[in-house]
């Protein structure tokens, strides 16, 4: 079993930034591979950005690329999720999900997730 929490969502206006984070813990932190998912309301949970088990490996929605970047310390059991040049379309409820195997972008694929936290992006 694991426990993962997330921190750090917020309100904050268009063009700023937040550091979403996400603490684990429980099996074997590096025994996952990451990723971050956000709901907005009345639409469905989509991927937002994956890291692998040795943050070696990253991966994006073209939706975030080149403003959000994923992180991970293995030493500290988190992954952290920078979001900057935030828009209003980014407003959604963030969660952070843990996986064994399977594909970065499905969320079917993941074993584990947090209760999420709120982003809101106000125009």
């Known amino acids: 079993q694991v426990q993962l929490v997330e921190s750090g969502g917020g309100l904050v206006q268009a063009g700023g930034s937040l550091r979403l984070s996400c603490a684990a813990s429980g099996r074997t932190f590096t025994s996952f591979a990451m990723g971050w998912f956000r709901q907005a309301p009345g639409k469905e949970r989509e991927f937002v950005a994956a890291?692998?088990?040795?943050?070696?490996?990253?991966y994006y929605a073209d939706s975030v690329k080149g403003r959000f970047t994923i992180s991970r310390d293995n030493a500290k059991n988190t992954v952290d999720l920078q979001m900057n040049s935030l828009k209003p379309e980014d407003t959604a409820v963030y969660y952070c999900a843990a996986r064994y195997s399977g594909s970065y972008v499905s969320a079917g694929s993941y074993d584990y997730w947090g209760q999420g936290t709120q982003v809101t992006v106000s125009s």
């Open positions: 890291i692998s088990w040795s943050g070696g490996s990253v």
